[in-house]
């Protein structure tokens, strides 16, 4: 505070005897001067103090000085590494698919719980068997009928090769005795009508009788002659076309009834084997599980989109009804956004937190082709990761949700500083460091972040301090800035949780 120090200057008019002026006019004029040159002086102080001022208060509104309302975080040395951090289900890699095999689908009757411990042969689902029973007494009744069938062309075709056989040993040398003993008697005929017509003749020369009994004699020759050829012709006929006649006949009535025992038997046994089916389709609603472990609904496996079976609904044959994993080989998938998808490659390590507990693994494969995308999911496109464990933990359940943390770069020695303290602008990165006279801003070369914190190669030194969110407490820091999403941008409470 400035003490007034009196001169003469600042005493009345009256107590100065020297300004008084000795004539009426300089009395009047010397006072005004007076006054006007102190009014100046006071204005010139006045407009200085302001200039100072505006001058002050610009100043520091383009740089703030050191507030406790700046978090700062000091750049360090140090590991960095940088990991992708997504939410994935558990899930068996090997899986005992328990499917419908009833043609044509059935439907449920009762299903076991999810979760439920099972053997090998317990029963887990009970399908709708009145249809394949009506079905099997229909099949049963064709299966009557085709062995009915078969054992009518059986007894035919027996008929059949019997009567051929009674043909060549029976009918056929009897019809050839006939015929020859027919011969054998025309020959004798002939012969006796031969011998009575040398008699005749014998006896007509001599007188002893007409000329008309010799040619009645002579005709009977003629007669016996005729009968000798005929019954000749019919023995041939018998022997070279008769024989082969009857015997082709009835060889193709052989055959005949053979082809219909043959087309009866394929008959028949369609029709078994269709029993059997429909037998076996009336077992197979029955399902029983092929393996032991915990029984577990489609849905908490890879094909989520597949419904949950119960009790009414009906299911297509080779439908996936059940499954039961094999919790030695469990794995979690994971969908990687598509810009960081080409920096994850199979053999990466990884971290599964189950339960609060964290289990190694390895990223086994990476799908080379996303998964749909729509307004289900927000559009977002995403690559199917599967993550391997490397060890069982006792608490592995198939379809848990699980947190997921893939390893992609590791940094040794580096200096980093939290991604909360950079700004982006056209020409470059900034952040702003703590100096003595307040927060200077600085270009920074920037290298590979985690999201929470970045490593810089150039512009911040170990030591020193930046500010965090400078964008929300410097005013100069928003001036060009390349100004993120409000929901992109990071909080104070975000940036003092980096920072501790």
């Given at each position: 505070m400035t003490v007034p120090i009196e001169t003469s200057a600042s005493l009345p008019l009256q107590s100065r005897p020297e300004l008084v002026a000795p004539d009426k006019h300089a009395s009047s004029t010397a006072p005004r001067r007076w006054l006007a040159g102190w009014k100046g002086l006071l204005l010139g102080l006045v407009?200085?103090?302001?200039?100072?001022?505006?001058?002050?208060?610009?100043w520091r509104s383009l740089v703030r000085p050191p507030s406790p309302d700046l978090l700062t975080h000091v750049a360090a040395r140090g590991e960095l590494v940088v990991t992708i951090a997504e939410k994935g289900t558990l899930e068996s890699s090997s899986n005992e698919k328990i499917k419908c095999r009833v043609k044509g689908g059935s439907t449920v009757l009762w299903v076991i719980e999810t979760g439920t411990k099972v053997k090998p042969g317990d029963v887990v689902v009970r399908l709708d068997t009145s249809k394949i029973e009506d079905s099997i007494t229909q099949q049963?009744?064709?299966?009557?009928?085709?062995?009915?069938?078969?054992?009518?062309?059986?007894?035919?075709?027996?008929?059949?090769?019997?009567?051929?056989?009674?043909?060549?040993?029976?009918?056929?040398?009897?019809?050839?005795?006939?015929?020859?003993?027919?011969?054998?008697?025309?020959?004798?005929?002939l012969k006796s009508a031969k011998n009575q017509l040398e008699?005749?003749?014998?006896?007509?020369?001599?007188?002893?009788?007409?000329?008309?009994?010799?040619?009645?004699?002579?005709?009977?020759?003629?007669?016996?002659?005729?009968?000798?050829?005929?019954?000749?012709?019919?023995?041939?006929?018998?022997?070279?076309?008769?024989?082969?006649?009857?015997?082709?006949?009835?060889?193709?009535?052989?055959?005949?009834?053979?082809?219909?025992?043959?087309?009866?038997?394929?008959?028949?046994?369609?029709?078994?084997?269709?029993l059997r089916r429909e037998e076996e389709q009336l077992k197979n609603c029955t399902v029983r599980s092929t393996a032991s472990g915990i029984v577990i609904y489609p849905s908490a496996a890879e094909w989520s989109d597949t419904p949950d079976i119960k009790e009414g609904a009906v299911v297509r044959e080779d439908q996936v009804l059940l499954m039961i994993p094999d919790l030695n080989q469990m794995q979690v998938k994971i969908g990687v956004h598509e810009s960081k998808v080409d920096r994850v490659?199979?053999?990466?390590?990884?971290?599964?937190?189950?339960?609060?507990?964290?289990?190694?693994?390895?990223?086994?494969?990476?799908?080379?082709?996303?998964?749909?995308?729509?307004?289900?999911?927000?559009?977002?496109?995403?690559?199917?990761?599967?993550?391997?464990?490397?060890?069982?933990?006792?608490?592995?359940?198939?379809?848990?949700?699980?947190?997921v943390e893939v390893e992609l770069a590791r940094y040794e020695d580096v200096v980093t500083v939290p991604v909360a303290a950079i700004v982006e602008y056209e020409d470059g990165t900034y952040c702003w460091v703590q100096t003595p006279q307040g927060p200077r801003k600085r270009r920074v070369q920037l290298g590979d972040t985690n999201d929470q914190f970045v490593i810089v190669k150039a512009g911040v030194r170990e030591g020193e301090s930046v500010v965090l969110n400078p964008l929300d407490l410097i005013r100069e820091a928003r001036r060009g800035a390349l100004l993120p999403s409000r929901k992109d941008r990071p909080s104070q409470k975000g940036g003092q949780a980096t920072q501790a």
């Open positions: 407009g200085a103090a302001l200039v100072v001022g505006l001058a002050a208060s610009l049963r009744i064709v299966v009557e009928t085709a062995r009915g069938n078969v054992k009518i062309s059986e007894a035919e075709v027996a008929t059949n090769r019997i009567a051929i056989t009674e043909y060549l040993e029976g009918t056929y040398p009897s019809e050839l005795a006939t015929k020859e003993k027919e011969l054998v008697i025309a020959q004798s005929q008699h005749s003749e014998r006896l007509f020369r001599k007188g002893y009788i007409s000329r008309l009994q010799f040619a009645t004699q002579l005709d009977a020759v003629r007669h016996a002659e005729l009968e000798v050829d005929v019954k000749q012709r019919e023995l041939e006929a018998l022997r070279r076309f008769t024989k082969e006649k009857t015997l082709k006949d009835l060889e193709g009535k052989l055959a005949a009834s053979e082809a219909r025992l043959a087309a009866y038997q394929a008959e028949l046994e369609l029709a078994e084997a269709k490659h199979p053999g990466m390590p990884a971290r599964v937190k189950i339960q609060q507990t964290w289990v190694d693994g390895t990223v086994e494969s990476v799908a080379s082709v996303t998964r749909p995308t729509g307004w289900w999911n927000g559009n977002v496109v995403k690559y199917d990761t599967i993550i391997k464990l490397k060890e069982r933990h006792p608490a592995v359940r198939p379809g848990m949700s699980v947190a």
